[in-house]
């Protein structure tokens, strides 16, 4: 008993160390028949349940109780007594699939991890994703992209994996435009995943992207601090995970919740693959999501292999299946007058009329070879879900297609789901297929986002606004 109540104690400290939020009364209020115990992961007995707030109720796809913290982390599951004592040695792996299998590693395809469930009750909030191609607002419209987008009578440099869109090489006389100096953030330490997760799903929700969510320290997480803390004249503390904590429940909840996998979402439709040759991608009906998990992952603007990592041995392609992810909560919103594309920071900074800061980007811009201008350019027009016309007398040569090609939409397009147009000929703000590589690969001259933040940045923005190139 001295250990089971040791065991406890320690659960219990960890959990109130984390500063985790306070929950609804009715996610607490779970009542136990007399004759049932609470067992751990670790086969003790949890002989206390804290009601502060720490821990929730919820239930595995197996329908038992189980008590999870806000990581979503199984704490324990609720089990007849006479069944646990009457357990002794009698070890049977598939009896316990849900429970860590003695004698395997997590990356093993056999161990089958806890299974959250989604019925907390209807006063719970788990968070809702908007879909990324909801309406539009009036301003906004959808459209084919013409070719006069990437027009012009200069021809464009090779494209290749590393590039973006090409574009018209700058002047090379143009002029210098320093761009703003941000106050340093305070270098991240020693920090686990979850703790840098938690970091970027609070910047990701206050408009200030680090990219795509992966639980690892980096320059996107870096520079998204500083514009956070310049926009918002507060300083923040990357290493004090209470504070973060304190944070997240403010703007919606843990960085964690679950999600279900539904009908829709494990039909597509899929493609089997994204060709390089240009085409065979004007080949295929449509240039959408090649898997389950690469879709969600855009969803949750999470890394795929992320995603993977923290839902080990799961099989995404099944309705009904409960998967761990990120809680983005609901997109940025305001009215943006003018952008800044800062090619030193290689970020996209969004202002107010009145010269406030109010959202921040990761982006590829420019490279040594075909960089982006300095000066002043103005949005002509947006659309989002575009399809794109490759032109290889006015665009650039790609591998040895010679004929005019229309791409369909998708995704997995050259420029995303997004195509911010600008008044200098060929130059536009647009998505990606390649989230993971923004901010840390070049461009041809375009500005790169990933497609949920060319999206965010799309919605509040209108013809007319005001793009500065910066230095």
């Known amino acids: 008993m001295k250990s089971i109540l040791k065991s406890s104690i320690s659960l219990i400290a960890a959990i109130s160390v984390l500063g985790i939020a306070t929950l609804p009364a009715a996610a607490q209020q779970h009542q136990l028949s007399r004759d049932t115990v609470l067992v751990s992961p670790d086969g003790d007995i949890l002989d206390y349940v804290p009601n502060d707030g720490s821990v929730r109720w919820t239930r595995d796809n197996r329908g038992r109780s189980v008590l999870v913290d806000s990581w979503g982390e199984v704490i324990a599951t609720a089990m007849p007594a006479d069944s646990y004592f009457a357990r002794g040695d009698d070890y049977r792996p598939r009896r316990d699939r849900y429970r860590p299998v003695r004698g395997y590693d997590e990356t093993n395809p056999e161990y089958f991890p806890p299974a959250p469930g989604s019925d907390y009750g209807d006063d719970v909030t788990t968070g809702s994703v908007p879909e990324m191609r909801e309406a539009l607002p009036g301003d906004i419209e959808r459209q084919q992209l013409p070719d006069a987008d990437f027009g012009g009578s200069q021809a464009m440099p090779e494209f290749n994996d590393n590039d973006d869109m090409a574009a018209l090489p700058a002047d090379p006389n143009q002029e210098f435009v320093p761009g703003p100096k941000f106050a340093p953030a305070t270098a991240l330490g020693k920090m686990s995943s979850n703790e840098v997760t938690a970091l970027q799903v609070f910047l990701d929700r206050e408009g200030f992207s680090p990219g795509v969510i992966d639980g690892k320290k980096g320059s996107n997480v870096t520079k998204a601090i500083e514009a956070w803390q310049n926009a918002t004249g507060d300083t923040l503390d990357p290493n004090n995970t209470e504070d973060i904590l304190e944070r997240l429940r403010l703007s919606g909840g843990m960085a964690f919740t679950t999600y279900e996998i539904t009908a829709a979402d494990a039909a597509g439709p899929y493609v089997a693959s ?32 992320y995603l993977k990592e923290i839902n080990p041995g799961v099989d995404f392609t099944i309705p009904g299946t409960i998967v761990k992810v990120v809680d983005i909560g609901k997109p940025k919103t305001g009215k943006v007058a003018k952008i800044l594309a800062d090619k030193g920071r290689k970020q996209v900074l969004a202002y107010d009329a009145n010269g406030t800061l109010i959202a921040a980007y990761p982006a590829s811009i420019g490279s040594a070879d075909t960089p982006s ?51 200098k000929p060929t130059y536009g703000i647009h998505g990606t297929p390649e989230p993971s590589k923004i901010g840390k690969t070049q461009s041809h001259g375009c500005i790169r986002l990933t497609n949920w933040d060319a999206t965010e940045l799309a919605k509040m923005t209108s013809a007319g606004v005001t793009v500065e190139f910066v230095d």
Do not use: C
Request: glycine share 8%.
């Open 274 to 305: 994204i060709p390089e040759d240009y085409a065979h991608k004007a080949a295929l009906p449509h240039l959408s999501f090649t898997s389950t998990t690469e879709m969600l992952a855009e969803k949750f603007h999470m890394d795929e292999a």
């Open 373 to 423: 201008p300095s000066g002043t350019v103005t949005v002509e027009r947006i659309a989002l879900n575009p399809g794109y016309t490759y032109n290889p007398k006015i665009n650039f040569k790609q591998g040895s297609n010679d004929k005019v090609l229309t791409l369909q939409p998708g995704p997995n397009g050259p420029v995303g789901t997004v195509w911010i147009a600008l008044s």
